[in-house]
């Protein structure tokens, strides 16, 4: 079966599922694999769920005509989103960076949702599995779709452009993030580059953060650019304040004096003026752009403040590297607030350079003054220091609980795998 033909059965049933617990009535399966799991076996399950076709990589023992037997189930649904991303008119905005990329998508979706039918990632979908999924999700009366990438090696963000075909793009940052993956800090930005290379090469539009000179040198040769930073930029704005909650003085190219987030940490200005920026860009009318920010509230782990009690915790708990986790510690060190504990998790992907970075966060949290250091899991354990360990968040967790903490701040904040989320799961701090 051709991709167009394939792609025909797609516009009669257009919603494609991967995970048999999500599928619907009328889906079409597509049975991927992976390094502990083939859901070639889960085919057949699928039909009986209710699955208008099922599209597998391996000979399954039926005769059933909706089994569709494909070389590769991944590259198949790859090529169906390229097949279907070229039907589609409306600008494809792709957003990918070490650090706030997520967030930046959630405002930017905001910002162009107020006006716009747009579509988006939903949630962290942003790998090899994810953007197709998303791109395929994309309807006819789409006027936006806003596209999430991660990567963490090379030719990955290159390989999501061939079919996205991105009209836009934004490279939020370049940090110390999979460095094991991508070798260096240099390698980073050539892995994250090759959004902008696809845009040099098919005259697309970036939004720089003019702050980052090094974005600024990414992206030479790229003949359609929309700067925004703290100044000399199309968009300016700076920090009015960021205690807790971030707010923005806007002090160029629009007309809203500013806006108050519902942020935690001034780390997220960058993310906030580029999705005015686009809001602008993209003649977003300005009080949508102004409410759409300001009613956005963060979820998924991602700069929430939650209160239990008389204490206030800040949850940056999704994912870290030494670059955010930086920012994370020296904003929190700037809060006004008396009692501060910090609960930090190991930082994963750093190969050969995990345990210098690690020994560099310790160096950095030993230059303020905290009411208690916690630290769980990855290479915390093989570095010098004095402060509590658990190899575990469940047990940072049952530590908490027994501590009784009142009018106290914290930050908990590490990598994905080390579930930070969890020291306050049903816990009272």
């Known amino acids: 079966m051709t991709i167009e033909q394939l792609y025909q059965i797609f516009q009669q049933h257009p919603c494609v599922q991967t995970d048999t617990r999500k599928l619907q009535k009328g889906d079409i399966f597509f049975a991927l694999k992976g390094p502990n799991f083939n859901a070639n076996q889960f085919a057949l399950q699928a039909l009986e769920q209710g699955a208008a076709y099922a599209v597998i990589d391996e000979t399954i023992d039926s005769t059933d005509e909706r089994l569709i037997l494909v070389d590769d189930a991944l590259v198949t649904l790859q090529q169906l ?7 589609l008119n409306c600008p494809f905005i792709a957003i990918t960076g070490s650090n706030g990329k997520t967030t930046t998508k959630e405002l930017v979706n905001a910002v162009l949702s107020s006006n716009y039918k747009t579509y988006t990632t939903q ?4 790998n090899h599995i994810g953007v197709p999924l998303t791109i395929l999700s994309v309807k006819q009366d789409a006027d936006f779709a806003v596209i999430e990438m991660g990567a963490n090696h090379l030719k990955e963000i290159a390989s999501y452009c061939d079919y996205t075909m991105p009209t836009h793009g934004i490279i939020t940052n370049c940090g110390k993030a999979h460095l094991e993956g991508f070798g260096s800090e240099e390698g980073v930005r050539k892995g994250k580059g090759e959004l902008f290379d696809f845009l040099r090469a098919n005259d697309g539009t970036a939004f720089i953060y003019k702050d980052f000179e090094y974005l600024q040198s990414m992206a030479n040769g790229i003949q359609h650019i929309y700067t925004y930073g703290t100044k000399d930029a199309t968009l300016t704005g700076t920090v009015k304040q960021s205690d807790p909650f ?3 003085s806007l002090t160029k190219g629009i007309n809203i004096p500013s806006l108050q987030s519902k942020l935690v940490g001034d780390y997220n200005l960058p993310n906030v003026l580029c999705a005015v920026a686009i809001g602008k860009y993209f003649n977003v009318p300005e009080e949508k752009i102004k409410a759409s920010i300001e009613n956005y509230t ?3 782990s991602r700069s929430q403040m939650i209160e239990r009690g008389s204490n206030k915790i800040i949850l940056d708990a999704y994912n870290a590297n030494p670059s955010s ?3 994370a510690i020296e904003n929190f060190a700037k809060l006004n607030a008396t009692d501060k504990v910090l609960l930090l998790g190991g930082m994963m992907e750093l190969g050969e350079d995990s345990l210098q970075e690690h020994e560099a966060l310790i160096k950095l949290i030993q230059q ?3 009411k208690k250091v916690v630290l769980v899991g990855g290479d915390f354990k093989k570095v010098d220091h004095s ?3 658990f190899d575990r968040s469940t047990d940072a967790r049952e530590w908490l609980q027994q501590q009784h903490f009142e009018k106290t701040s914290f930050l908990i904040k590490g990598s994905r795998s080390m579930q930070m989320e969890k020291i306050i799961a049903e816990a009272k701090p």
């Open 298 to 300: 963060p979820s998924n």
């Open 81 to 87: 989103a390229k097949q279907h991303r070229q039907q």
């Open 246 to 248: 971030l707010e923005v």
């Open 387 to 389: 402060f509590l360990y």
């Open 325 to 327: 986790m930086k920012l």
């Open 368 to 370: 303020y003054q905290w």
């Open 123 to 126: 949630g962290n979908l942003n």
